[in-house]
């Protein structure tokens, strides 16, 4: 199995300003992965972050949005840039399900509101 | 493209009364197929997973699903819900020889009442 810790848990930013959110894992993986949870809604995933190399982004989401860093096999950080409102969300960060496990572990995710 | 179809938004259930919530996918390949829940202001666990053998899977508080291929579905089942049981579930796929990456369901509200 794998143990996640993300942080923060939540945060309220102002409008134009930056999050970074941290996600540390308990064992080396390869791959990455950066969800959201807008309110009410399912998770749409965001990018996935391998090391060595620039992330993958989904339709939709772009690296001057959410860049993301991946220094070493277990840490990840994303960056929410340029909030606004609608950037508010949970934003989740999760490895497997395959290559590294047989099942996707996730973090408690980040409450982020954007006032 | 993979997707996953949770038919349901909601589904209000009296305490133990039996439930199903559905899930179909839509992939012409091999896929592993998962459930998560997501309990009140918690993160998301894993509830159970089919990834290869026996087409019924369980878990350990009383749930089941089963894989059909020929219908593309993983519905998941409880006989007997427990108000306990009131929580977001969420049908993901992986396509097989793929990323890892997971498709989600727009998820299913279940909402016990006593």
């Known amino acids: 199995s794998a143990v996640i810790s993300q942080k923060p848990s939540r945060d309220i930013c102002q409008r134009g300003t930056s999050l970074t959110i941290q996600c540390q894992v308990d064992s080396q993986v390869t791959m990455m992965f950066w969800y959201r949870q807008q309110p009410g809604q399912s998770l749409t995933l965001i990018a996935t972050a391998n090391q060595g190399s620039e992330a993958t982004y989904e339709s939709g989401f772009v690296i001057d949005k959410f860049p993301i860093s991946r220094p070493n096999l277990t840490f990840s950080t994303l960056t929410v840039s340029n909030l606004s409102p609608e950037d508010s969300s949970i934003y989740l960060c999760?490895?497997?399900?395959?290559?590294?496990?047989?099942?996707?572990?996730f973090g408690q995710g980040t409450r982020l509101t954007v006032v | 493209a993979q997707s996953v179809t949770q038919l349901d938004s909601q589904v209000p259930v009296f305490e133990e009364a039996p439930v199903e919530l559905r899930c179909n996918y839509s992939s012409s390949v091999s896929v592993y197929l998962f459930w998560y829940v997501q309990y009140p202001n918690q993160g998301l666990q894993l509830l159970l997973k089919y990834l290869s053998g026996s087409t019924l899977v369980e878990s350990i508080n009383g749930f089941e699903a089963e894989f059909n291929k020929s219908q593309t579905s993983f519905h998941l089942r409880k006989p007997s819900v427990h108000i306990s049981d009131t929580a977001e579930y969420f049908c993901?796929?992986?396509?097989?020889?793929?990323?890892?990456?997971?498709?989600f369901g727009t998820g299913t509200r279940l909402q016990v009442f006593p």
């Open positions: 993901a796929v992986s396509v097989y020889n793929n990323t890892d990456k997971l498709i």
């Open positions: 999760s490895v497997g399900p395959l290559n590294s496990f047989t099942e996707a572990f």
